[in-house]
């Protein structure tokens, strides 16, 4: 946060306090007021309400984005990220995938920049969709695509098969099981499909019989799960 310094190029210095007549209390009073500026105050507002979003492979390796402080808005750890991409290794090559709950973009983004053929992102927020597109257009990442709507509306469609899907729902609301029948359900995961499904540990999300558990990593309250689609 910066700090503002103003100096007055003629302070007055009494040398008594006989000879201050109130000018330090007058003084004081003016330069707090000035400190306390609407643009100042507007700065600091700005500073607060923006993170820093930092893809750590690929293409945009090191490239840093910023991000929205949203209430509820809960990044996945970068460590967490790091496993995840290495589990799927190569095979993002020419993938389409879906981002749902996408709200810093962050698995989506960094499936565009190790590959992936097309990202659908999916986010309710308006403000939050817009600075997801904001940050494709300054990667020029002109295969991704932003849709602000409700995650259950879109899921409810019947879909083209998506072949990476990255499910990420918010914490304590009972949404990772009826996504994960949706997906399944409506035609929107292609044969070999993989999910990639993050949740609470205190969960134990129920999944389609079709899909087995590939890999499983924990850090602090979050469990993150991948998960290999079999066709019928």
């Not at 643009?39 to 979003?53: E, I, M, N, Q, Y």
């Not at 996945?76 to 709200?103: C, H, I, K, M």
């Not at 709507?149 to 899907?165: E, I, M, N, S, Y």
Request: glycine fraction near 8%; include cysteine; charged fraction near 25%.
């Amino acid at each position: 946060m910066a700090i503002i310094r103003e100096k007055s190029e003629h302070a007055c210095h009494p040398t008594t306090l006989h000879q201050d007549f109130g000018y330090t209390a007058r003084y004081n009073l003016i330069m707090k007021r000035k400190r306390s500026t609407p643009s100042a105050r507007a700065s600091t507002r700005l500073s607060s309400s923006v993170g820093k979003l930092r893809i750590i492979g690929g293409e945009f390796r090191r490239r840093q984005l910023p991000v929205l402080n949203s209430p509820g808005l809960r990044p996945t750890p970068d460590r967490v990220r790091e496993t995840l991409f290495n589990w799927l290794g190569q095979s993002l090559y020419a993938q389409r995938g879906v981002d749902l709950f996408a709200g810093t973009g962050s698995l989506g983004i960094e499936a565009l920049s190790r590959g992936a053929s097309e990202l659908v992102f999916v986010e309710r927020e308006r403000k939050i969709a817009d600075q997801i597109s904001a940050n494709l257009t300054t990667l020029g990442a002109e295969n991704g695509h932003v849709l602000s709507v409700d995650v259950d509306t879109f899921l409810t469609q019947t879909g083209r098969p998506f072949d990476l899907a990255f499910l990420d729902p918010p914490f304590h609301q009972g949404l990772a099981a009826p996504c994960c029948a949706k997906l399944e359900a409506n035609g929107w995961l292609a044969d070999n499909a993989m999910i990639y499904l993050e949740c609470e540990a205190s969960l134990a999300p129920e999944t389609p019989v079709n899909w087995s558990l590939h890999r499983e990593t924990r850090a602090g309250d979050t469990v993150a799960r991948l998960y290999q689609r079999r066709p019928w």
